[in-house]
């Protein structure tokens, strides 16, 4: 599987992006997929999880309420809705696909998207 991120940008605070990550592969609907992101001198972290069918969501306390994750199986492309963003959202975002389980451990991924990079301005 390979993962292609975009629609990345800077952004005020308060407004929104929608980033999206498209897959190649005829097997994308039974994969969990999942964003993290990755701040400047920090460690990736967890954002947001969808299981194969959309059905189920998990998110990070930090974007609950402001962030949806949301899939299209037949576009082979998975979402993330960004509102009410705040400076402290600025990261390299990265999409990922995992066979197995659905966790928010990065280890369980097993395919990585290369990331797009989301600046919000205070």
């Known amino acids: 599987v390979q993962l292609q991120a975009s629609g990345g940008g800077l952004v005020q605070a308060g407004g929104s992006l929608r980033l999206s990550c498209a897959a190649s592969g005829r097997t994308f609907s039974t994969y969990v997929m999942g964003w993290f992101r990755q701040a400047p001198g920090t460690e990736r972290e967890f954002v947001a999880a969808?299981?194969?069918?959309?059905?189920?969501?998990y998110y990070s306390d930090s974007v609950k309420g402001r962030f949806t994750i949301s899939r299209d199986n037949a576009k082979n492309t998975v979402y993330l809705q960004m509102n009410s963003l705040k400076p402290e959202d600025t990261a390299v975002y990265y999409c990922?696909?995992?066979?197995?389980?659905?966790?928010?451990?990065?280890?369980?991924?097993?395919?990585w998207g290369q990331g797009t990079l989301v600046t919000v301005s205070s």
């Open positions: 990922a696909a995992q066979r197995y389980g659905f966790s928010r451990t990065q280890a369980s991924y097993d395919y």
């Open positions: 969808i299981s194969p069918s959309g059905s189920k969501t």
